[in-house]
């Protein structure tokens, strides 16, 4: 590592024996002998999206009044901690994402795009909004985008109605013709961040060469601490805490899988058993991701349309697609709803995290927007209006918060898309079937 007048770059970064660590946003960072020095470090501008699959109990889900947020419904009740920094947006909608199926769902959500029908490799969507932010916010990081998922298994051929699997299987796309698979793996993402990648067997090998990536870093990051400030070196020290931590628990998951006595086909070495606990290492890393400024841009997929996982951690035996088609079952909506809460307590806890680390004069939340919701309303009809969404986040001050916004007429969703491109610093004249921003999340 090179340090010059007593700065250290913002892409500055902690290498040995193929890893890398980038550092998080510090003091130190800014021009030395300037007034800048003596202001807080200046945040950048993130973007991340977590797709909630097969839409929801939506009396369940929708707050109760309009305007200020005074009170939080069952399904969200689990954000309450971070209420202040949320907006609920009501009666937005999917019109490219009929004919009503779990494929253009999915396809829709990001790209507000019309997918073609098509059971073969012909398949046609559109850029989606992460990737449209990324050609621009991605230029001054490593990585342009991160794509995260929790389905390790990727189907081939047609899934849904005629449509092909790649629309179930991909929310983000760099093209109309290019979807970008997510990866579900930790061990897999966490090398991507934070190692040179290869093969399968580079990978193996570099794990038989280091116990921890930053024992490998030691002298680096005691070379590092010695120059920095204290609480430049605090907020180091807590970072590279944090990294330890997430790489202990992957290799807990890949010591668990290892010593199991039957192969897990489905489960690949190194994902945890629990579903909770597989979310909660998956949503670290985007901290790790943000924190280091690794991307700025993240998409989530938390499940897949059709998904039957079944979530007996909190009790529900059921598989979740077949839930969704409840026929106004009392007994089964109120499972599904459980399940809907049960992904939205993951996301909280997510939120809390970021709303917990500190960055320049505010935290990461308060730099961050992160769009959470379905491309479908409700399942059991499988229609895409009144869609649940809701957006977190402050945005680098940008976005008020503790808001539940009802639109009078049914809204694109794209309206909404273009407002957080705008929000992020990506100014567009129009996205897919928009027809204008969200007037109503721009004021305070």
Known sequence: MIITKKAVPRRALLRGMGASVALPLLDAMLPAMTALAKTPARPVRRLGFVYMPMGCDLPRWTPPGEGRITALSPTLQSLAPVANQLTILSNLELKNAYPGTHAT???AFLSAARAKWTESTDYYLGTTIDQVAAQQMGRETLLPSLEMSMDLLQTVGQCDNGYACVYQNNLSWASPTTPLPAEAHPRLVFERLFGDGGSAADRQAALRRRASLLDVLHED???LQRTLGAEDRVRVGGYLDTVREVERRIQKAEAQVADAPLPDLD?????????ADHAKLMFDLQVLALQGDVTRVITFQLARETSNRSYTEIGVSDPHHPLTHHGNDPDKVARMAKINAFHVSLF????????ATPEGDGSLLDHSLYLYGSGMGDPNVHDHVNLPILVAGGG???QPGARHVR???PTPLANLHLTLLERAGVRLDAFADSKGRVDELLSV
Do not use: D, H, K, M
């Open 407 to 409: 639109f009078a007429e």
């Open 221 to 223: 990051i005691a070379r």
């Open 396 to 398: 680098a001050g940008s």
């Open 105 to 107: 769902s999915n396809a």
């Open 348 to 355: 909280a806890s997510f939120l809390e995290t970021l709303q």
């Open 267 to 275: 489960r690949p070495a190194g994902v945890p058993a629990s579903y």
